[in-house]
């Protein structure tokens, strides 16, 4: 495979991520919607949830995300027996120093993939919350800065229940967004086998970029312009899943910050300044969804959060004018 050239810090930001598209896309076929949102969460400076069975690319995801901008990665595999110290660190004895030295956890990394996370404890789950939300981690009242970008993409499996731990509404929170990665079409699966007959392609990627520039142009992403009657919007639709009947629990104010957040970098990646109402609207359903809970009335009727997102999109009035 030919090396491209890594983006420079500096690089536009439609620019940086056309080419983490690119790349991510040779080891990840079929799934250009999929890449496309966990690109947005990476520079979004977000983290990732994905609920899927197994077999269907999320591990080979992450690590292409983590192989493109040439950073580094962890895989933590969410098991009953994993201690909070295992995603954390722990601090250990050196004898011949005579003094105690901190040994860092799995989460310490540009890309880390928690893998089936609800098949650990939840006293183990929140080990993620400090270093999810603050990007730090505090062993025996120290605390260590997680690198940028820092980016978790954690999975699970809806299917196979049985000894699982649900997340807690609180941790759930914390994820920018959750998607579904999906079987591939049938090109897709044909092109997938012809790839992987020998070697696994995620294993030939170059980076196109490394971590300061992503980091950079994450950075970028709160000068793009959401005028007050988006940011109306934006509250509207959070607001109206709050009174939604069908809803126990409706989207928090962190919900409103990750949907402004989100569709800003999407709005970036088009070559754009500002934030239309289409931005807001494609990025509902992965920003909105996880963060709600329906009635119990609402759960043996079948319905889903899902179908409490497309009614409440079709419900709130979108603005005239973005006012760009």
Not at 16 to 29: K, M, P, T, Y
Not at 96 to 123: C, M, Q, T, W, Y
Not at 257 to 269: G, N, V
Request: hydrophobic share 45%; glycine share 8%; charged share 25%.
């Amino acid at each position: 495979m030919v090396q491209q050239a890594a983006a420079p810090r500096g690089t536009r930001f439609e620019e940086l991520f056309g080419a983490l598209l690119d790349n991510v896309e040779q080891a990840i076929r079929g799934k250009r919607d999929v890449v496309r949102l966990a690109l947005v969460c990476l520079l979004s400076e977000g983290h990732l949830l994905i609920e899927d069975v197994p077999g269907v690319g999320k591990t080979s995801l992450a690590k292409a995300i983590a192989r493109s901008i040439g950073g580094t990665w962890r895989r933590i595999q969410f098991t009953p027996d994993l201690l909070p110290s295992d995603v954390t660190g722990v601090s250990v004895w050196n004898r011949a120093r005579g003094e105690f030295e901190f040994r860092p956890g799995g989460v310490f990394a540009h890309v880390v993939l928690a893998d089936e996370i609800n098949r650990a404890s939840p006293k183990t789950q929140s080990a993620l919350l400090e270093s999810m939300e603050e990007r730090q981690v505090t062993v025996d009242a120290h605390t260590y800065r997680l690198s940028r970008p820092f980016m978790v993409i954690a999975t699970q499996n809806p299917i196979e229940l049985e000894g699982t731990y649900p997340l807690p509404e609180a941790q759930l929170d914390r994820f920018l967004m959750r998607v579904r990665m999906g079987y591939p079409d049938r090109d897709a699966e044909m092109a997938i086998l012809d790839d992987q007959g020998d070697h696994l392609p995620v294993e030939d990627l170059e980076p196109v970029a490394d971590a300061a520039a992503v980091a950079e142009a994450a950075s970028r992403v709160t000068g793009v312009h959401v005028a007050p009657a988006l940011k109306g919007y934006i509250v509207d639709l959070c607001e109206t899943t709050r009174r939604h009947p069908e809803l126990a629990l409706g989207a928090s104010p962190r919900g409103s910050l990750a949907l402004q957040r989100s569709a800003r970098a999407l709005a970036a990646s088009s070559g754009r300044d500002y934030v239309t109402p289409d931005d807001v609207k494609e990025l509902a359903p992965a920003v909105l969804e996880h963060r709600m809970i329906l009635t119990a009335e609402a759960q043996l009727r079948g319905a889903t959060t899902g179908d409490v997102v497309r009614a409440v999109l079709a419900t709130v009035p979108v603005p005239g004018s973005t006012g760009a």
